[in-house]
């Protein structure tokens, strides 16, 4: 058994029960209670208890051992590229573009973004020795920048194993020591108040219980731990929705919002849920009592109309504008 693999038994435990995990050397993890095992593959633990959203687990496996199979002997770009073009579900030449410019702009601009909700949340450097967990890592971009905050230790945990896959490479070359972990929010396979923080950016409109994840979040938090996310606004006025790029398609009822997605040629609309600031405050007060919510974009500039509107009517209009914001930004304390 490696050393990582031994770190990480440190921290880990089944998803089911919440006993310790053992490695027995033949590939899986298992509970001391109740007779569950989990598959280690290619390095990384799988304690998931369902499937990642779009796929099956036996063709994302098939993905993962084709990537695994090049990642020695190609750079991160280089895997990324492979994934897309010839082992993404879609076939879509423009889409398969469009994903490797996201990940290529994910990558340039996950750590200046890790600063500004940093920022934006009055969170200066972590305190010596934390041990802090990216929650929905994707391919990890972030974790250098959390140990660059101040972390001692960082572990990232994702429900795509082809992320993970990436993130294993991506750190490797980057030179960053990190524990990657294949896990479900709503589930998480650690023990109890074993994170000082917890880093959950684009998270929580994708999870398929939102108050479960928080919830999961607030047991795996030590005493006066922190966790920074941020969510999408439902309702906001300033920007399309962010992931199929219609403007005002949130505000629809919930039932009208997938088919309205594919009749203008979206897709379907699924996997995701976006919340309004009222509801966002319910979801935090179900599992936190000490939190702070900040409205995410620059409010207008005193020199454009709207910005000598804004300021005039202040503080009304900062009220107001928390509402139609584009993202919230959120810090809870345990």
Not at 50 to 59: G, N, Q, S
Not at 280 to 308: E, H, M, T
Not at 310 to 331: E, F, G, K, R, T
Request: aromatic share 8%; hydrophobic share 40%; with cysteine.
């Amino acid at each position: 058994m490696g050393t990582e693999m031994t770190d990480l038994l440190g921290f880990l435990r089944c998803p089911r029960t919440k006993s310790h995990l053992v490695a027995k050397g033949d590939g899986f993890l298992y509970s001391m209670q109740g007779g569950y095992r989990y598959p280690i593959v290619h390095g990384v633990p799988d304690l998931r208890l369902f499937d990642p959203p779009y796929t099956t687990r036996e063709e994302e496996l098939r993905i993962v051992n084709a990537m695994a199979e090049v990642a020695g002997d190609v750079a991160y770009e280089s895997l990324m590229t492979f994934y897309a073009n010839e082992l993404a579900q879609y076939r879509d030449p423009e889409r398969i573009q469009n994903d490797i410019r996201h990940r290529l702009a994910l990558l340039e601009r996950s750590p200046s973004r890790l600063v500004h909700l940093f920022e934006k949340a009055c969170v200066s450097k972590l305190p010596a020795g934390s041990v802090a967990l990216d929650l929905g890592c994707g391919s990890g971009e972030a974790i250098g920048a959390l140990i660059e905050h101040g972390a001692k230790q960082v572990i990232g945990i994702d429900i795509s194993l082809i992320e993970l896959v990436l993130a294993k490479k991506l750190l490797s070359e980057q030179g960053v020591a990190a524990l990657l972990v294949a896990g479900c929010a709503e589930a998480m396979p650690f023990s109890d108040e074993v994170f000082d923080f917890i880093y959950s950016p684009d998270v929580i409109e994708h999870v398929s219980d939102q108050s479960i994840y928080l919830q999961e979040a607030c047991r795996i938090l030590h005493k006066e731990g922190r966790m920074l996310l941020n969510s999408p606004n439902r309702y906001s006025l300033f920007t399309f929705e962010p992931h199929v790029g219609i403007w005002g398609l949130t505000f629809l009822p919930r039932p009208w919002i997938d088919p309205v997605c594919r009749m203008l040629g979206r897709g379907p609309y699924v996997g995701k849920r976006l919340v309004s600031l009222p509801e966002l405050r319910r979801l935090i007060k179900g599992s936190f009592v000490l939190f702070d919510i900040f409205a995410r974009n620059s409010n207008p500039k005193s020199s454009s109309i709207v910005g000598r509107i804004y300021h005039a009517l202040s503080p009304i209009s900062v009220s107001v504008y928390a509402y139609i914001a584009d993202q919230h930004v959120v810090l809870v304390r345990k």
